[in-house]
Nanobody
C-alpha cells in the first residue's frame, strides 16, 4: 500500500519561506511523478508544482513561478517543495500526489493527507 506523508507546513509571515516534505512508502518512488497541489475552502484543488518520474522536467503554476521550487531525492523517497517569498494568497492546505510514470503535470494516483500552510500579512 502506497502512503504519502506531508510535513513542514505551518504559520509564516508574508515574505517568509517554508519547505514542505513528502515521504513516500510502500511503492517504487523512482517510478512516480510527484506533484504538489493546494486547496482553499470553496475552491477546487489546483496543481502548484510537479516533477516528472524520470529526469528533471518540472512544472509550476504561473502563480508560483520564480518563488517555488520542487525537487526529489530518490534515495530518501522524498519530494520537497521550497516556497519562498510567500504571500497571503498562498494560504491553503497543501497536498502531495504521486502518479505512476507520469509527466510533470501530475494527475495523482496516490495522495497524502495534506498539510496546512498559513501566510499572515
Amino acid at each position: 500500500q502506497v502512503q504519502l506523508v506531508e510535513s513542514g507546513g505551518g504559520l509564516v509571515q508574508a515574505g517568509g519561506s517554508l519547505r514542505l516534505s513528502c515521504a513516500v512508502s510502500g511503492g517504487s518512488f523512482s517510478n512516480y511523478a510527484m506533484g504538489w497541489f493546494r486547496q482553499t475552502p470553496g475552491k477546487e484543488r489546483e496543481i502548484v508544482a510537479g516533477i516528472i518520474w524520470r529526469g528533471s522536467s518540472t512544472y509550476f503554476a504561473n502563480s508560483v513561478k520564480g518563488r517555488f521550487t520542487i525537487s526529489r531525492d530518490n534515495a530518501k523517497n522524498t519530494v520537497y517543495l521550497q516556497m519562498n517569498s510567500l504571500m497571503p494568497e498562498d494560504t491553503a492546505v497543501y497536498y502531495c500526489a504521486a502518479e505512476v510514470r507520469g509527466t510533470a503535470i501530475v494527475r495523482g494516483d496516490y495522495w497524502g493527507q495534506g498539510t496546512q500552510v498559513t501566510v499572515s500579512s
